[in-house]
């Protein structure tokens, strides 16, 4: 199995500019989640999708970022404009349902972003 | 507010010397506690997840355990391959599927 894919795995972009991150979940899974992990705050989840459909935001910072999942193999993470406080590293994982079990949750290699 | 604290933050540790990792934590109602390991430029990795006091879970050097309040990832005779930053997380007894981490602790163990 490829495993949770993401890209790109890196970017340097100017603040203001508009970032798009990339998730391919593992084939079958059907939770997705996008996680932003920094030094001060550690792996913070941003939120997460069942089936395609937003479970729970509440981690999403602000109205500048934006998450979709169009289909089942496939979900965006979009930040516009972006911010310098903005640079982390973006992971994306997936998980399959099964007792809500954490042992279930693959994460993707990250996306390193960094707003300059 | 649940909450996650992992010490110490950094541990230098010689190839055979043991030592243990801390993850204390205040949640409302414990589903499951999860342990995982983050190698640099990697996303993290699934060790172990404990489910209630009393439980215990061995891979290799690894042994896990867990209390009401705390848990402990114990490394006997660690080699320099287990360097690594090892991430605790809770999630709570709501419906919801959020994992909370702590910050970790970056373990470098020195031939």
């Known amino acids: 199995d490829a495993g949770v894919i993401q890209s790109p795995r890196h970017e340097v972009t100017e603040m203001g500019q508009e970032v798009t991150l990339r998730c391919k979940p593992i084939?079958?899974?059907?939770?997705l989640f996008w996680y932003r992990q920094t030094m001060m705050r550690g792996l913070e989840l941003l939120i997460y999708?069942?089936?395609?459909?937003?479970?729970?935001d509440s981690g999403m910072p602000e109205d500048r970022f934006s998450a979709k999942m169009p289909n089942a193999s496939f979900s965006t993470l979009k930040i516009q404009p972006s911010e310098p406080r903005d640079s982390a590293v973006y992971f994306c994982?997936?998980?399959?349902?099964?007792?809500?079990?954490?042992?279930?949750?693959?994460f993707g290699e990250g996306s390193w972003l960094t707003v300059v | 507010e649940d909450q996650v604290t992992q010490s110490p933050e950094a541990l230098r540790l010689q190839e055979g010397e043991s030592s243990s990792l801390n993850c204390s934590y205040t949640v409302s109602g414990l589903r499951g506690l999860f342990w995982y390991r983050q190698d640099p430029g990697k996303g993290p990795e699934f060790l172990f997840t404990l489910y209630s006091a009393g439980e215990e879970k061995e891979k290799e050097r690894l042994k896990a355990t867990l209390t009401k309040k705390e848990s402990f990832l114990h490394i006997t005779a660690p080699k320099p391959e287990d360097s690594a930053t090892y991430l605790c997380a809770v999630q709570a007894g709501d419906s919801s599927y959020k994992l909370i981490f702590g910050s970790g602790t970056r373990l470098l163990v020195r031939p």
């Open positions: 994982a997936s998980s399959f349902y099964r007792d809500f079990s954490g042992n279930t949750i693959y």
């Open positions: 084939s079958g899974h059907d939770y």
């Open positions: 999708f069942n089936n395609n459909v937003p479970i729970d």
